[in-house]
Nanobody, 132 residues
Framework: QVQLVESGGGSVQAGGSLRLACAIS?????????ITWFRQAPEKEREGVAA???????MYADSVKGRFTISKDNAKNTLHLQMDHLKPEDPAMYYC?????????????????????????WGQGTQVTVSS
């Protein structure tokens, strides 16, 4: 059974940093996959912010490019999101999600990976708060 467990959220001042972790279990059968960090602020839609593909490629939303870095520790089967230069617009519940059949080479691929309906497994989320 696939489980995703997020940790590392907290409260930080604007300009500060946080490092989120997503521990992945029960997913070794999936060779081709995409794991993505999403976030959802109150009264807003869930949005994809950074994705990691099984071939090692990464994708970022424009709003976090240059500030957030996604990486995967294969030895620990853990996905990380290093968040630097946090802004007042970054606070949200952050989730990791797994897509076991990622669409590749499709039109609007930069749009597709950011859509929540593409993902089959989700963690419970970790809260990030940024104070100004």
């Amino acid at each position: 059974q696939v489980q995703l467990v997020e940790s590392g959220g907290g409260s930080v001042q604007a300009g500060g940093s946080l490092r989120l972790a997503c521990a992945i279990s029960g997913a070794t059968a999936y060779i081709d996959y995409r794991i993505t960090w999403f976030r959802q602020a109150p009264e807003k839609e869930r949005e994809g912010v950074a994705a990691f593909d099984s071939d090692g490629s990464t994708m970022y939303a424009d709003s976090v490019k240059g500030r957030f870095t996604i990486s995967k520790d294969n030895a620990k089967n853990t996905l990380h999101l290093q968040m630097d230069h946090l802004k007042p617009e970054d606070p949200a519940m952050y989730y990791c999600a797994l897509d076991t059949r990622p669409a590749r080479g499709v039109p609007y691929s930069d749009y597709v990976w950011r859509q929540a309906y593409e993902y089959q497994f989700w963690g419970q989320g970790t809260q990030v708060t940024v104070s100004s």
